[in-house]
């Protein structure tokens, strides 16, 4: 079992930064694939960027390519996610989630964290 608690959320203003973390609990965090997804109102849950077990590889929806930056630390049990440029569209509720199976589709990952909110200001 795996317990995930995000933080870092937060309001700021188009074009600012924040930095999201995700710890997580139990030994067998190394083994899974790291990720984030966000969910806007009225809008399904949607993939934002993913992290494999070593860190080796990471892939990245192409709305926050180039903007986004996901890290993991193993020996700390934790993922980050940076993010920078924001822009009033990504303003949703973030989800860390981990899991073994694919990448891209909620339904990929077996844990969930509670979310942290994002909001952006135009």
């Known amino acids: 079992q795996v317990q995930l608690v995000e933080s870092g959320g937060g309001l700021v203003q188009a074009g600012g930064s924040l930095r999201l973390s995700c710890a997580a609990s139990g030994r067998t965090f190394s083994s899974y694939r790291m990720a984030w997804f966000r969910q806007a109102p009225g809008k399904e849950r949607e993939f934002v960027a993913a992290?494999?077990?070593?860190?080796?590889?990471?892939s990245y929806a192409d709305s926050v390519k180039g903007r986004f930056t996901l890290s993991r630390d193993n020996a700390k049990n934790t993922v980050s996610l940076q993010m920078n440029s924001l822009k009033p569209e990504d303003t949703a509720v973030y989800y860390c989630?981990?899991?073994?199976?694919?990448?891209?589709?909620?339904?990929?990952?077996?844990?969930w964290g509670q979310g942290t909110q994002v909001t952006v200001s135009s």
């Open positions: 989630a981990g899991g073994s199976l694919g990448w891209y589709q909620p339904s990929n990952y077996d844990y």
């Open positions: 992290i494999n077990s070593n860190g080796g590889a990471t």
